[in-house]
């Protein structure tokens, strides 16, 4: 990852994640809700498990990974706490997801993976994007259905911006692009996004800003 795991950890320590709303992505329920999840169903980086609950409780087999122990903790706790204790929620490194012993279930890959504002993060880490791409791959099966929500540089926002050049770009090898489009993207106004939010609407400290919802198909 490009920051270590004690970095993501602090961040869910100190609770000022402005991607930890409470709830799941509008963006993501309208995609379970117009059937585009199927199968089994891989969620990197999970963070509070929002996504990994919700689908969960609909029925999906799911399983949420995130490279901070305290995010995977705190998505625990909410999973218990809302009624969902069976969702499945692990630490592994997104970078090398193959050799994560908490994905051993599952020799013949996923059939959806859920990418909730983590492929961003790599944006200015050429390196561990191409890593990052590469481990998604591993993990998906042929013909398996990629959905990418990410920040996007075309508004000003939060957090790590992206353009959607990058993410057609970054997804050549092994992958074919079946759509890419603008979306929203929910935040929350914590400390370390307060500034950047102070020129965008907010309403009860929640920010709706620009992002890309891009839909790739493993070769």
Not at 106 to 130: C, K, M, N, Q
Not at 140 to 157: F, I, M, N, Q, V
Request: with cysteine; charged share 25%.
């Amino acid at each position: 990852m490009t920051r270590p795991a004690e970095f993501w950890d602090s961040v869910y320590d100190d609770d000022t994640a402005p991607w930890v709303i409470g709830a799941p992505q509008p963006a993501i329920v309208e995609l379970e809700r117009a059937g585009w999840i199927r199968g089994r169903v891989l969620d990197p980086g999970c963070g509070a498990g929002e996504h990994t609950i919700l689908l969960t409780r609909l029925g999906y087999s799911v399983h949420g990974i995130d490279h901070s122990p305290r995010a995977i903790d705190q998505a625990r706790a909410n999973a218990a706490a809302q009624g969902v204790p069976a969702a499945r929620l692990d630490v592994a490194d997104a970078l090398d997801l193959a050799a994560s012993p908490a994905l051993a279930d599952y020799p013949d890959g996923f059939d959806t993976i859920i990418d909730s504002a983590l492929f961003h993060v790599f944006g200015e880490a050429p390196d561990a994007r191409a890593a990052y791409v590469r481990s998604l791959h591993a993990v998906a099966k042929p013909g398996a259905t990629l959905h990418l929500l990410a920040l996007s540089d075309r508004e000003p926002g939060i957090g790590p911006r992206i353009s959607d050049t990058l993410i057609r770009e970054s997804f050549t090898d092994g992958w074919q692009l079946e759509e890419l489009l603008p979306t929203r993207y929910r935040g929350r106004v914590t400390a370390p996004v307060a500034e950047a939010a102070a020129y965008l609407e907010q309403h009860d400290g929640r920010v709706d800003v620009a992002a890309w919802l891009a839909r790739f198909r493993r070769l």
